[in-house]
């Protein structure tokens, strides 16, 4: 169709219009990097939140402030406050948002730069948060005032939020502002996550997660005498030896039709979290630690899961070691208690997010767009699950593997041409024309 040459022109000049921005797109990232919006406890989002704000409310955005009280972690000392900006095009149409978590993870040991200085060395900006995610947020802003600055007319609305506590589930996050409506239809059509999952690749989803404690009992007695008492710890080993050799063969067999990166992800995963038995450990004190038989040893597991597999049958399967083991040894007790759970979510890679996107590398990087799924779970799930909304992707700048590391960056260039690819994928999705 006609329109088609006609955005192709509009396109070109979009994308030269974001060349010029390389500083500008690497000073806004440096910015939000020196807001050290650490999660836990939640620091400096206020300050996060209007400096988003301030930013596209100067750009004719009507911006919404939006603090989850009441949430899991809000408080006056650590205000869960979103931030939510609209700007709404020429006439009645589809809505595309983009939503990026606003908070980082502590910086940890091995920095070599300073986390939250906000360095520009060699292409690159430096600290905590460039990667994951603030590098994929300044992108998706550029890429929005491009096309403003352009002054493309445009139906529908443009959205931009920047959401807290992804790092710790979302919950006074995405998923308290999916509970009111922001992350559906009729508001929202189309969500593009910026996460870092490589500039040339659009990740349709996630595995599903069950975390669980097992707690195996025993009964106490004294260390000289074991004979007396139930090890708890023993009984645990026991347990450890039936998952490694029951339990992780038969996962290692289960592979999925997501495209789940790195590759040994690609099927259904168990770690162990932590596992303590016994008597607190005395490192730092002087003294013996008592002689006693363990009677409470306790493991966390973290079980990763395919849309393939139902949550139900991924929990039956530990419940069967349990009781087989109760059956084999007279003395085994135990106790399983769900801690956290989140099921898989995929788009299909046929939906108009993942199209467009996939047009829009290719135009870019002139290569077909990879599509992948992401090994651990963000806040995607809110929006398909609260928001039932299944017209959601991530995409954005960055290597996975440099999220939550010391050193984190992100590469300028790359924050540029995803900066394209998310401005004309937007495009696409508004106008829905195909080139
Ligand atoms: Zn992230």
Redo the contacts with the bound molecule.
């Keep these: 169709m006609a329109a088609a040459t006609q955005s192709h022109d509009i396109k070109d000049d979009l994308f030269a219009r974001l060349e010029d921005r390389y500083d500008e797109v690497a000073e806004l990232t440096a910015s939000l990097i020196r807001l050290p919006t650490v999660n836990p406890p939640g620091d400096a989002y206020e300050p996060c939140a209007r400096l988003l704000g301030d930013r596209l409310a100067a750009r004719g955005f009507t911006v919404e402030y939006l603090r989850a009280e009441g949430a899991v972690g809000d408080s006056d000392r650590y205000p869960r406050l979103n931030v939510v900006a609209r700007i709404d095009g020429s006439g009645p149409g589809p809505c595309v948002h983009f939503n990026s978590?606003i908070d980082v993870v502590a910086p940890g040991e091995g920095w070599t730069v300073d986390p939250f200085a906000g360095e520009i060395r060699d292409g690159r900006v430096y600290g905590r948060g460039a990667c994951?995610?603030k590098g994929g947020l300044a992108a998706s802003i550029i890429a929005v005032e491009s096309i403003l600055d352009h002054g493309i007319d445009f139906p529908g609305a443009i959205e931009i939020s920047g959401t807290v506590d992804?790092e710790t589930g979302g919950y006074a996050g995405v998923a308290w502002l999916a509970e009111r409506g922001h992350f559906s239809p009729p508001r929202v059509d189309h969500v593009i996550i910026p996460?870092p999952l490589y500039k040339d690749a659009v990740c349709l989803g996630h595995r599903g997660v069950w975390w669980s404690e097992v707690e195996v009992r025993g009964r106490i007695a004294h260390g000289s005498m074991p004979f007396l008492g139930v090890s708890a710890i023993r009984g645990m080993g026991a347990l450890l030896a039936k998952i490694e050799d029951e339990l992780y063969p038969r996962l290692a067999q289960r592979r999925t039709r997501m495209p789940v990166i790195p590759d040994p992800a690609r099927q259904s995963t168990l770690n162990f979290n932590s596992l303590h038995g016994g008597l607190p450990e005395q490192n730092d004190v002087d003294g013996f630690p008592s002689a006693l038989v363990a009677d409470r040893c306790r493991l966390v597991l973290d079980r990763r899961y395919l849309l393939e597999e139902a949550e139900d049958d991924v929990k039956q399967e530990v419940v069967d070691l349990l009781e087989a083991l109760k059956a084999e040894r007279p003395d085994f007790d135990y106790q399983l208690r769900d801690l956290w759970s989140v099921p898989p979510t995929m788009t299909e890679p046929d939906a108009p997010v993942v199209r467009a996107l996939d047009r829009a590398i290719e135009a870019v990087l002139g290569a077909p767009a990879r599509h992948v799924a992401s090994p651990g779970t963000?806040d995607q799930k809110h929006v398909a699950r609260i928001g039932h909304l299944k017209d959601c992707v991530a995409y954005g700048p960055g290597i996975l593997e440099l999220?939550h590391q010391p050193d984190e960056y992100i590469e300028i260039d790359d924050m540029v041409a995803s900066a394209k690819i998310m401005a004309a994928a937007a495009l696409d999705l508004l106008n829905e024309v195909s080139p």
Excluded: P, S, T, V
């Design positions: 978590h994951d995610m992804e996460e963000y999220a």
